[in-house]
T-cell receptor, first 115, second 114 residues
Framework: DVKVTQSSRYLVKRTGEKVFLECVQD?????MFWYRQDPGLGLRLIYF???????EKGDIPEGYSVSREKKERFSLILESTSTNQTSMYLC??????????????FGSGTQLSVL | AQSVTQLGSHVSVSEGALVLLRCNYS??????LFWYVQYPNQGLQLLLK??????LVKGINGFEAEFKKSETSFHLTKPSAHMSDAAEYFC????????????FGSGTRLSIRP
């Protein structure tokens, strides 16, 4: 089975702190994604990557950046956290073979609370 | 641009009753449609995917969904609910181009009454 692992289940940070959210997948997938999940809003795409060192903005990239130095690892960076970034963050991956709308495999999420 | 609307943020049914979760889509081109499920404290997993091979799509755990172009709907059903079906369900849409991203709906939380 594909495994997508997110480094932390819960994080509590203070406003202005820098946060790294790490995601690792073990199935050699080319595509990786970061979403945030908020009640009543569903999942919104922050950034995605279709290859090492490649990244594309999603629908809500403001306040976030990403890094993909190795194929299996995709990091989400919050340079200076704000309270409106309190959310559940979900990482996902998929194989390239059919494109970005191939079946997504998700990690179990990181609940970030910014105080 | 594509979008999906899930009708009802919370649905409650009795164990053994029919489950019906509603999803309407908006797309200027024939879409791909998905249902994902999220169990408590887990990530999402794919239930089923419509790609136009058949309008009735069968998924895992006894769920199925029917694509109705005339109604722009893709409702999810299960004949008999089980306690283990309690979860949040997300409808999603994408274009058919390989560059099309998946757009998720707002989700419907399904509760099962004993």
């Amino acid at each position: 089975d594909v495994k997508v692992t997110q480094s932390s289940r819960y994080l509590v940070k203070r406003t202005g702190e820098k946060v790294f959210l790490e995601c690792v997948q073990d199935m050699d997938h080319e595509n990786m994604f970061w979403y945030r999940q908020d009640p009543g809003l569903g999942l919104r795409l922050i950034y995605f990557s279709y290859d090492v060192k490649m990244k594309e903005k999603g629908d809500i990239p403001e306040g976030y950046s990403v890094s993909r130095e190795k194929k299996e690892r995709f990091s989400l960076i919050l340079e200076s956290t704000s309270t409106n970034q309190t959310s559940m963050y979900l990482c996902a991956s998929s194989p390239q073979l059919a494109g970005l709308n191939e079946k997504l495999f998700f990690g179990s999420g990181t609940q970030l609370s910014v105080l | 641009a594509q979008s999906v609307t899930q009708l009802g943020s919370h649905v409650s049914v009795s164990e053994g009753a029919l489950v019906l979760l509603r999803c309407n889509y908006s797309s200027s081109v024939p879409p791909y449609l998905f249902w994902y499920v999220q169990y408590p404290n887990q990530g999402l997993q794919l239930l089923l995917k419509y790609t136009s091979a058949a309008t009735l799509v069968k998924g895992i755990n006894g769920f199925e969904a029917e694509f109705k172009k005339s109604e722009t709907s893709f409702h999810l059903t299960k004949p008999s609910a089980h306690m283990s079906d309690a979860a949040e369900y997300f409808c999603a849409v994408s274009g058919r181009s390989s560059a099309s991203k998946i757009i998720f709906g707002s989700g419907t939380r399904l509760s099962i009454r004993p």
